[in-house]
């Protein structure tokens, strides 16, 4: 069974560049992994991890010889910056991988040196999802964060171009709860919440109104990029200065 949605990964090619936005500019509570990483892993990896929701992980290539840099490397040369992978956590990812194949999810082999298994995009409408251990990071205990207060991901959008089938791929195919399809005519778009037990939640959108905002651009990054996630939701206390924020290729809007 899987028990939350920890993080999500964030694909960058400066990685000090990151971590100072999220940490400096964001305010942002950060824990860079590197000293452990790199040479267990071959990547850079920190861990933005404010109150509320999930993570955020900046993830970059380290030693081109290592399988996580490679993909990191080869995502990076074909897409450029972005969002990466959603990560998930199960109590034994191997048994869960088991279960999922039995229901037609594309599980991929286990990577050399990696903790976790990977869904393909391809039964996951466009997004890469690694199933994690439980626990498989430890948030800080009162966890403060500096104005403005950003909270950790509230909700991940992901485009689709059947909201319908989405929902089915991620309620029965992953086993998440899920609320059925519905029509949201003042954004143009058909909507599924998804609600992993722990962090934030998912929202399936496929457009069928290109004359309202939200349809309009569901519908242009489906033209472009094709199905997957297309921009991160997260809360701020008070007001800031900009509540559509596009940085390292991720669209993170301020709720």
């Known amino acids: 069974m899987i028990t939350a949605m920890p993080r999500i990964a964030i694909a960058v090619n400066d990685f000090e560049s990151a971590l100072t936005t999220f940490r400096n500019h964001f305010g942002m509570p950060v824990a860079d992994f590197s000293p452990e990483t790199v040479p267990s892993l071959g990547a850079h990896v920190a861990m933005c991890q404010p109150p509320g929701g999930s993570n955020i992980e900046l993830m970059a290539p380290a030693n081109p010889n290592e399988p996580l840099s490679q993909a990191l490397q080869k995502f990076l040369d074909r897409r450029g910056e972005g969002i990466y992978a959603l990560m998930l956590e199960a109590p034994d990812p191997n048994a869960e991988a088991e279960i999922l194949l039995g229901r ?68 029965q195919g992953l086993g998440l709860p899920s609320d059925p399809p519905q029509a949201d005519f003042d954004r143009g778009v058909v909507s599924s919440i998804v609600r992993p037990p722990q962090g934030g939640i998912i929202e399936l959108v496929s457009p069928i109104d290109t004359s309202k905002a939200t349809g309009a651009e569901i519908d242009e990054f489906l033209n472009s990029n094709g199905e997957g996630i297309c921009c991160l939701v997260l809360s701020a206390d008070g007001d800031v200065p900009e509540r559509d924020i596009n940085l390292f290729g991720t669209r993170i809007l301020i709720s």
């Open 104 to 171: 037609g999810i594309k599980v991929l082999p286990l990577m050399r040196g990696a903790g976790g298994r990977d869904i393909h995009p391809s039964s996951t409408h466009g997004v890469l999802i690694r199933i994690y251990p439980d626990g498989s990071v430890t948030q800080p205990e009162k966890v403060v964060s500096q104005a403005p207060n950003y909270s950790g991901i509230q909700k991940v959008i992901v485009a689709t171009r059947d909201a319908g089938l989405a929902c089915d791929a991620y309620s």
